[in-house]
């Protein structure tokens, strides 16, 4: 039976007829889906971890004890999932051990753009990239046996457009896979130095056979077309891309993109006239080639950032310039996003800018208070950078400037936990806005610790974030609405003043969670004085006509924040949401 897919999809497809036994990840997209997928199949253990570094070294755990076992993350959680990912490396694996990694070019949801393929050649683990979402089902299958074959865990590579694309994938039935036999063997799972110089070795040993299945495999093919004078050595969606703008030319398409195959290489490229290499991001393949001595046309007329598509390689490889059919001669005005129609983050960014306070930001949905007219976030790095960040630029100025650091309670839980540890211990002062809106939001609503749900819905135990603070040597936590402005106004004035750490957890669920109903919608009454105060909520659902303020009311949810910052009383309520 075949089946359209999400390549997310079609992971979780593979990983389930390959008879994986646990599944880890930490939300993120684009590669978000793999594990909601998986988790809708009760014969694998799901979970949601707090962070990628615990899902993997959960997914290491489950391998050395004889089961195979998937962990997924987008590119820059694989950053935060390095310091195990280098030593597995070394100890290698019992039960099959795969690494689903989600690039994404062009940043559509991310704060860099990366390529993961150098992580591959850095830690020495081999890496599958499959071009559409039947291939994301064979290449995990593919990934578990060859794991468990050369004793090392595998990188499978996906892009956002891989991800996210849908295509028909045949549907298989489970293998259940015995689970392993667990050997106590220090030798090979102990990495203290006397081990790890021995692991070393054996490293290298394998790449060495590796190398050797890289020209062999049917991973790695050619494809002869009619046109025998170009070839294209490409993988992945390029490989898609490629096709489309060129046609019937030769291609060696790359499933397994590290080791690269050397003599396999060589080979195509001998046989053709004219060479190129067409792959996103990084000159990787190329690289390699040219090291090889190897010429070919590839980043000197190709982009080493963003997506590609069939019409840049028409352009930019074979001089065709396509017209613009997607050009309007009308001036149509951009669309920034924008927080929802009663995002509980509104009211902090609101009251921070009104308070003119340097703020460190987070990854998250709140991250957009840092575009008109909210502008209250100086910056954002990374997963929990906002409080150590916060407390950096207190070592340097002091409190010459009063700041604050924000941060989601789901980030909080992934790496903000510890850089509040550091504030304490290291005598800092600095207040933290944990911006509680009880889930995960940008990514799609998936529970974490601090909501008391598992992956699967069902009900744990609730980190308690009052009491989490309290341990870590926090005195001063606050738990309040961020809606009630003038409260919350007042609190921050009063901890922002302090000199001691402080904790203000700012507490309101997010608007678009089923259990949040407001009640009625809000329009303008004849108190409205025009002075376009409440335009600074960012609100989409408050439009300024020229002459007046409206309401539009398809947007509004009734979340009454316009009428909390409204002097004159210019807000009222009116019908009921459920009518």
Known sequence: MKKLMLGNEAIARGAYEAGVSVATAYPGTPSTEITEAIAKYDEVYSEWSPNEKVALEVAIGASVAGGRAICSMKHVGLNVATDPLFTVSYTGVNGGLVICVADDPGMHSSQNEQDSRNYAKAAKIPMLEPSDSQECKDFIIRA???????????IIRLTTRISHSQSFVELGERFEVPTKPYNKDFNKYVMMPGMAKKRRVIVEERMNKLNLFANETDLNQIIWGSNKDIGIITSGIAFQYSKEAFGDVSYLKLGM???LPEKLILEFASKVKTL?????LDPFIEEFLKQNGIQCIGKEKLPVMGEYCASLLREQLLGIKEDNITSVEENVPGRPPVLCPGCPHRGVFYTLKKNKLTVTGDIGCYTL???PPLESMDTC???GASIGMAHGMEKVRGNEQKRVAVIGDSTFIHSGITGLIDVVYNKGTSTVIILDNSITGMTGHQHNPATGYTIKGE????????????AIGVDRVTVCDPFELDEFEKIIKEETAINEPSVIIAQRPCAL???VNYKGKVRVNDKCKYCKVCMRLGCPAIVDTGDSIVINEALCVGCDLCMEVCKFGAFEKVGDTNE
């Open 144 to 154: 578990f046996e060859l794991s468990e074959k050369f004793d090392t865990p595998f």
């Open 257 to 259: 993109v590290y080791p």
């Open 276 to 280: 190129y290499v067409i792959e996103e």
């Open 369 to 371: 208070g840092a575009l």
């Open 381 to 383: 790095v990374c997963m």
């Open 459 to 470: 009900k744990t135990r609730q980190v308690d974030l009052v009491q989490l603070c309290k």
């Open 513 to 515: 969670l089923k259990t």
